[in-house]
T-cell receptor, first 111, second 117 residues
Framework: AQSVTQLDSQVPVFEEAPVELRCNYSSSVSVYLFWYVQYPNQGLQLLLKYLSGSTLVKGINGFEAEFNKSQTSFHLRKPSVHISDTAEYFCAVTVTDKLIFGTGTRLQVFP | GAVVSQHPSRVICKSGTSVKIECRSLDFQATTMFWYRQFPKQSLMLMATSNEGSKATYEQGVEKDKFLINHASLTLSTLTVTSAHPEDSSFYIC?????????????FGPGTRLTVL
């Protein structure tokens, strides 16, 4: 069975600083990987996804993630965060038709 | 990306009543719709998967008689919480996909906040 681990429940950071949100997955087969963002009282918005090909994936809002098969990781990065990036971020994996979500990381950006 | 709407965005009801939540794909035909439940400060848990014109597939532990799902058309799925109780209070989110395979993106609705008194 597949599972997703987001080690950091909260990540506080100052505006314009770089940030990395960690995601590790477990699966015995090849997977597709996603990062979603959720703003308060809203649904999820896709940031980026890895299906195949280049291991460095660029998404919206300046975010990128790198797929590392040997470390079974898919960490999300942004070189300089804004106040507006404050939100909940979810890593997810799918093999068949179901998305398996991690527990989420709350990114809090301070001025 | 595609747009998915949910209605209502927020509902408060008395214990024992039933509540219907609608999920609509506004600009594409959704062959598959998913219903999730999210408790405060927790992740999304898949409740069921519905395909247009067929019965929904429920995840283990989800009562199909309590959470009735209807996917009558390619643009509309409904979730009815029957005889709601306070423990059913949660944030319910739907997603829609024109399913072509596991790599296909799911487009999420804005969610419905259900509070059962």
């Amino acid at each position: 069975a597949q599972s997703v681990t987001q080690l950091d429940s909260q990540v506080p950071v100052f505006e314009e600083a770089p940030v990395e949100l960690r995601c590790n997955y477990s699966s015995s087969v090849s997977v597709y990987l996603f990062w979603y963002v959720q703003y308060p009282n809203q649904g999820l918005q896709l940031l980026l996804k890895y299906l195949s090909g280049s291991t460095l994936v660029k998404g919206i809002n300046g975010f990128e993630a790198e797929f590392n098969k040997s470390q079974t990781s898919f960490h999300l990065r942004k070189p300089s965060v804004h106040i507006s990036d404050t939100a909940e971020y979810f890593c997810a994996v799918t093999v068949t038709d179901k998305l398996i979500f991690g527990t989420g990381t709350r990114l809090q950006v301070f001025p | 990306g595609a747009v998915v709407s949910q209605h209502p965005s927020r509902v408060i009801c008395k214990s024992g009543t039933s509540v219907k939540i609608e999920c609509r794909s506004l600009d594409f035909q959704a062959t598959t719709m998913f219903w999730y439940r999210q408790f405060p400060k927790q992740s999304l848990m898949l409740m069921a998967t519905s395909n247009e014109g067929s019965k929904a597939t429920y995840e283990q532990g989800v009562e199909k008689d309590k959470f009735l799902i209807n996917h009558a058309s390619l643009t509309l799925s409904t979730l009815t919480v029957t005889s709601a109780h306070p423990e059913d209070s949660s944030f319910y989110i739907c997603s829609a996909s024109s399913w072509q395979g596991a790599s296909d993106e799911q487009f999420f609705g804005p969610g419905t906040r259900l509070t059962v008194l």
